[in-house]
């Protein structure tokens, strides 16, 4: 994933996470302070899954070389 793509990914997830009438909001009501440690703990979750979604990728790719 490229800058440009995790950017209009985690926008995606934010707007996800401050929808007073989404799903997050109707099982997880936040205030103000919860919600910005959300978005960061988003943010970090979201560069997890790339990085981890890259290096399966990688390993995939490897193993059909051989």
């Known amino acids: 994933m490229n800058r440009t793509e995790y950017y209009e990914t985690l926008q995606q997830i ?7 009438n989404g799903n997050f909001q109707d099982s997880f009501p ?5 919600l910005q440690d959300l978005k960061k703990y988003a943010a970090v979750s979201l560069m997890v899954v790339d990085r ?3 290096n399966l990728s990688k390993l995939i790719h490897e193993r059909k070389e051989l």
């Open 14 to 20: 934010y707007e996800d996470l401050e929808n007073p």
């Open 52 to 54: 981890y979604h890259t």
């Open 30 to 34: 936040t205030n103000g302070d919860e």
